[in-house]
Antibody
Framework: QVQLQQWGAGLLKPSETLSLTCVVYGGSFSGYYWSWIRQPPGKGLEWIGE???????NYNPSLKSRVTISLDTSKNQFSLRLTSVTAADTAVYYC??????????????WGQGTLVTVSS | QTVVTQEPSFSVSPGGTVTLTCGLSSGSVSTSYYPNWYQQSPGQAPRTLIY???TRSSGVPDRFSGSILGNKAALTITGAQADDEAEYYC??????????FGGGTKLTVL
């Protein structure tokens, strides 16, 4: 059973860089895309982007200029960097595995979520 | 900019049937978008209910079903229960590596 556990700084000041990491337990990196999704307080889910085991990335066009997703296969983990944060980036950030089309395209499982607050 | 539309809120009586929909601001939703449905309770991570339009995720009761109705994806709950009260999100996979979530539907069971 694959499980995702995530961590990172929970309080940032405007203009700082958000950095989160998600470690994958009990499964292989290969064959999947590894995703980040966020949810501002009281609002809906927003897909941020993803990376596959080869390092190929896809990003939300609205965030692309500020987002970098990377992976470290030796540590079974992948990371999110979001630069120049503002209060609008305050959200619960989730990591998730995206299962490929041939196996039932979906986000599953999800990490536990990390609340990141941007405040001066 | 692709916008995925959902009803902001819906209400259903216990034991009743409700259908939530997932549309596109421009165009029709088809199985080619592999629509997913997620259930989220307060303070929890989303839980996968339906993928590939109509495939129930492991452990999901059969009162949840997915389909395409007209030009939208649909999630139908038959025999709603109190613990079905939650936020429901759809996501469409746009085929260009981009995934787009709908704004969510808050379902009240009363």
């Amino acid at each position: 059973q694959v499980q995702l556990q995530q961590w990172g700084a929970g309080l940032l000041k405007p203009s700082e860089t958000l950095s989160l990491t998600c470690v994958v337990y009990g499964g292989s990196f290969s064959g999947y895309y590894w995703s980040w999704i966020r949810q501002p307080p009281g609002k809906g889910l927003e897909w941020i982007g993803e990376i596959n085991h080869s390092g190929r990335t896809n990003y939300n066009p609205s965030l692309k200029s500020r987002v970098t997703i990377s992976l470290d296969t030796s540590k079974n983990q992948f990371s999110l960097r979001l630069t120049s944060v503002t209060a609008a980036d305050t959200a619960v950030y989730y990591c998730a595995r995206r299962v490929p089309i041939g196996s039932g395209l979906r986000f599953d499982p999800w990490g536990q979520g990390t609340l990141v607050t941007v405040s001066s | 900019q692709t916008v995925v539309t959902q009803e902001p809120s819906f209400s259903v009586s216990p034991g009743g049937t409700v259908t939530l929909t997932c549309g596109l601001s421009s165009g029709s939703v088809s199985t080619s978008y592999y629509p997913n449905w997620y259930q989220q309770s307060p303070g929890q991570a989303p839980r996968t209910l339906i993928y590939n339009t109509n495939t129930r995720s492991s452990g999901v009761p059969d009162r949840f079903s997915g389909s395409i109705l007209g030009n939208k994806a649909a999630l139908t709950i038959t025999g709603a229960q109190a613990d079905d009260e939650a936020e429901y999100y759809c996501v469409l996979f746009m085929g260009s590596g981009i995934s787009v979530f709908g704004g969510g539907t808050k379902l009240t069971v009363l």
